[in-house]
């Protein structure tokens, strides 16, 4: 069924979907007092209440016994991984990934970029002490990730500016880049190297390398990304090590995609 413009949307449940997005697109935020949502929402908060509860009896939203605010049900988790699952690339992305970890000893993500962010849909660890805290689940600004970057990077101009035209770019640390000009500049030189670095632009002491995965057009559809602790992602370890590998198996997996490249 193709949407028309003309169709009369539901309003319960846009709002519904409104009320997904707040606690979506919070940062270090994980529950929401009623008063909280009904001012994000622009709702009353009865409407909000009602809203709430139907959610909640679904299991979608649960409320803390102990702040009573609200946060995420396990329900939205089993709808998110029932997502994933459906994903045929992460089916086929997942004995490369354990490949890569084989080879270099260094946790490897796979992510996609929507609407500006990172959405790290899976993980393989490495087997160190001392590992970086998984993004998986989260959505991470795309402009300070090697995942996101390296997407970004084959999008248009028009494209670019939709996404940042106008928008804070938020430092995270010493070394995120903050301006749209410096951005661009930056994605023109990942675009000429295929592979883009996170030099601790997201996390401090973190750093990753992320090279993309193509389909058949040629046209990045995710990315995969080898990170651990700057102390162990010496430049040497990165370019020498682990982007030759990590570049042949995701050409192995682009290949499987029908990329011809």
């Avoid at 248009?156 to 951005?183: C, W």
């Avoid at 030189?189 to 992320?210: G, M, Q, S």
């Avoid at 050409?251 to 490249?261: A, C, D, H, N, P």
């Amino acid at each position: 069924m193709t949407y028309k413009a003309n169709v009369k949307l539901v309003q319960s449940v846009l709002h519904a979907l409104q009320l997904f997005e707040v606690f979506r697109t919070a940062e270090n935020k994980d529950e929401f007092g009623v008063t909280e949502l009904s001012k994000s929402l622009g709702l009353h908060k009865n409407n909000v209440f009602r809203l709430l509860a139907t959610l909640e009896s679904r299991g979608y939203i649960e409320q803390n016994p102990e702040t009573e605010n609200y946060r995420l049900g396990i329900e939205i988790f089993n709808l998110g991984q029932q997502f994933i699952n459906k994903l045929g690339i992460l089916k086929l992305s997942k004995p490369f990934m354990e490949k890569i970890v084989s080879e270099v000893n260094e946790s490897v993500y796979i992510g996609i970029l929507r609407k500006g962010y990172v959405v790290y849909l899976d993980i393989v660890e490495a087997n160190q002490n001392v590992r970086v805290v998984s993004r998986v689940g989260k959505d991470v600004p795309a402009y300070c990730t090697a995942i996101g970057k390296i997407q970004l990077a084959y999008a248009s101009e028009e494209e670019i500016n939709s996404i940042y035209m106008g928008a804070r770019l938020k430092r995270f640390t010493d070394n995120t880049i903050t301006s749209l000009p410096e951005l661009k500049k930056h994605l023109k030189d990942v675009l000429k190297n295929d592979y883009a670095l996170d030099n601790e632009e997201y996390e401090e002491r973190v750093r990753c390398i992320a090279v993309p995965i193509k389909d058949y057009l040629g046209v990045p559809v995710a990315a995969l990304s080898v990170t651990g602790p700057a102390c162990r992602m010496s430049d040497d370890k990165i370019f020498n090590e682990i982007y030759p590998v990590a570049k042949r198996y995701a050409r192995e997996i682009s290949k499987r995609l029908g990329y011809q490249g």
